[in-house]
């Protein structure tokens, strides 16, 4: 698949990159629903600005960054499997996520549910239960 090197390790061919205002309050928010835990690769700017950050969660890293001028704040939207989806759910909102839709069972056999964290990224959240389909 990989024409050189491969991805380091921990990494995946695609990893997202969130750039928001105020990052930091959603690195704290991605430990408190997520459990994701920063990985210390933080590089910080001569003015204090989170240049780039790195959380795991589950498998996978999550970079991020503080929006600025040159590179403004872009919302995304992310499909994520955890163990738990209505635990899950029930933390972010907990933790300020306005619901976009209370887990429920989906055809295709994942029961989804969806929330806006507090930098306005969308989150569907799922737990695999099997195929229905």
């Not at 991805?7 to 750039?19: F, K, L």
């Not at 600005?49 to 992310?78: F, K, N, Q, T």
């Not at 899950?88 to 295709?108: C, K, Y």
Request: some cysteine; overall charge negative.
């Amino acid at each position: 698949m990989f024409a050189g090197t491969a991805p380091p390790d921990g990494y995946h061919s695609v990893n997202p990159y969130i750039v928001v205002e105020g990052v930091e309050r959603l690195i704290r928010f991605l430990g408190d629903v997520f459990g994701g835990i920063e990985c210390g690769k933080r590089e910080v700017s001569a003015e204090g600005a989170v240049e780039h950050a790195e959380v795991r969660i589950g498998d996978s890293i999550v970079m991020l960054s503080e929006a600025s001028a040159a590179y403004p704040a872009r919302p995304c939207v992310h499909f994520t499997y955890v163990q738990d989806v209505d635990a899950v759910f029930d933390r972010a909102v907990a933790a300020g996520a306005s619901p976009i839709l209370t887990p429920a069972e989906q055809i295709w056999g994942d029961r989804v549910g969806g929330f806006h964290d507090p930098s306005d990224n969308r989150w569907w959240v799922a737990t695999r239960r099997g195929s229905r389909v």
